[in-house]
Structures are given as C-alpha cells and as structure tokens.
C-alpha cells in the first residue's frame, strides 16, 4: 500500500499537508493502543460498525493488551520475554492468556528470563496434578506424608497435548522435602497416561533422602500426538 494512501501503515507528514478524516481515524485513531478499564468498557465503544481489523485496546483490570483480528478480540497474554530478535518462532506456555508465538532468532540472547514458581504447603502424598499452565517449578514446603504420582497437565481443564505442538519441549520442576521417611515419586503421567521416563543414571529411583529435599526435573519433548519423550533426573539436597 502506497505511503500516501489513507489507510497506508505508516504516513509521513509534511508541512503544509492537510490532514484528512480518513488519515485521522487510520493513522491515528486505529492504530493507538486504547485505553479501558475491562473488556465490558472496551465493547461497550468499540461496537459493530465502529471496530475495525487491527485495533489495539489495554485492559486495565487484567494488564493485557488485546487485538481485533475482524473478527473477534484476542490477547498477547502477560509476562515479560525480553532480548529477542527477529527470526524463526518459539511458542511459550503462557498461564493466564493464550499461547503466544514470539519470532526470534535462531541464536537469540535471553537475559535471566523469569520463570513462574508454585509454592504450596501441602505435603506430597498421592495423585497430585502439576499444571504446567500455571508454574513450572512447583515446591512444597511440608514434609512429604507418603509416596506420590505426578501427573503434568495443562490445567484442570486442558490438556499438556494440546498446548504443545510436535517438536517441542518444556521443562518441569518439583521439589518436596522429607523428614525420617524417605519418600518418593513413584509414578509418573501425562494427561493421566502413565509415561515411563529415561533416568539419569539410567535407573528409576526407589526411595527419596530423609532428612532432605528430593528435586525431580522432567524434559518433556512431544514427538507426536499425545507422544512424549521425557528425561528425568532426581537429586537430593540438604
């Protein structure tokens, strides 16, 4: 589209220019990230006949900054990513928001990234459900009370297969400590399906460290649907 045009993504103005209604509404109008206090407010102005494809509009309630595809309104989500550049694409686990992909190059810098922490004082026991849509590190501070089964998940309600594309693989942290009793994970599930990871070492562990804390860390690489390969590891400190 010409530089010229009204509705051009970029206009270079010039004194003397006279500034047209069209360039006003386009170039200023439709391309300023707007300002609302929740989505309500946002549709409440932006009605049918007034939104257009490629609207920008910040929630305040919420902290995300969402996009009008002419359709319908989608989120970037929340977090911060910082030092990439342009490239080929990385999809990142996103909790509160959808998926979103991020191009970046093949040899991208990431300076200290965050990464979310879940931090509960229910000791392990049982089935417990790690949702990888809300933390990757999951640490508990309570003793563990008898042996347990890890199950990765998305959230209660998605699974992990469906927030992850072949090809790609995500990291899972979980920390429990132990008193006089040594015990440990004894299982291990994804989406509920039992997975039998590679150990390091080569060997499944089959006690936990008493008087420590027991730290399992599981790479999970989708290799196809509802497929994965998982490389686990678990280490005690104290």
């Known amino acids: 589209m010409p530089i010229g045009s009204p509705n051009a993504g970029y206009r270079l103005f010039t004194t003397g220019d006279v500034l047209t209604a069209a360039q006003v509404q386009f170039n200023l109008q439709n391309q300023s990230i707007m300002?609302?206090?929740?989505?309500?407010?946002?549709?409440?102005?932006?009605?049918v006949g007034v939104v257009q494809e490629g609207m920008?509009?910040?929630?305040?309630?919420?902290?995300?900054?969402?996009?009008y595809n002419g359709t319908s309104w989608n989120s970037f989500g929340s977090g911060d990513v910082t030092g990439l550049t342009a490239g080929t694409?990385?999809?990142?686990?996103?909790?509160?928001?959808?998926?979103?992909?991020?191009?970046?190059?093949?040899?991208?810098l990431l300076v200290a990234p965050k990464e979310q922490t879940l931090t509960s004082?229910?000791?392990?026991?049982?089935a417990i459900d790690i949702d990888?849509?809300?933390?990757g590190v999951n640490i508990r501070t309570s003793n563990a009370t008898a042996n347990y089964q890890l199950n990765i998940r998305g959230n209660a309600?998605?699974?992990?297969?469906?927030?992850?594309?072949?090809?790609?693989s995500i990291t899972i942290t979980f920390e429990s400590?132990?008193?006089a009793t040594a015990y440990y994970a004894t299982a291990f599930n994804i989406d509920g399906s039992a997975v039998v990871p590679k150990w390091l070492g080569g060997t499944a562990p089959s006690s936990g460290n008493i008087n420590s804390t027991d730290v399992y860390m599981?790479?999970?690489?989708?290799?196809?649907?509802?497929?994965?390969?998982?490389?686990?590891?678990?280490s005690r400190f104290a």
């Open 132 to 135: 990888a849509m809300v933390a």
């Open 157 to 168: 309600v998605t699974t992990l297969d469906s927030v992850m594309s072949t090809g790609q």
């Open 56 to 67: 920008f509009a910040y929630l305040a309630d919420t902290d995300a900054t969402t996009f």
């Open 89 to 108: 694409g990385i999809t990142i686990l996103n909790p509160t928001g959808p998926v979103p992909t991020i191009s970046v190059s093949d040899n991208a």
């Open 218 to 234: 599981f790479q999970i690489r989708k290799t196809a649907a509802a497929t994965f390969t998982v490389i686990a590891s678990q």
């Open 177 to 179: 400590p132990n008193g």
């Open 121 to 126: 004082a229910t000791a392990a026991n049982g």
């Open 35 to 47: 300002y609302f206090a929740n989505a309500a407010a946002r549709d409440a102005a932006l009605t």
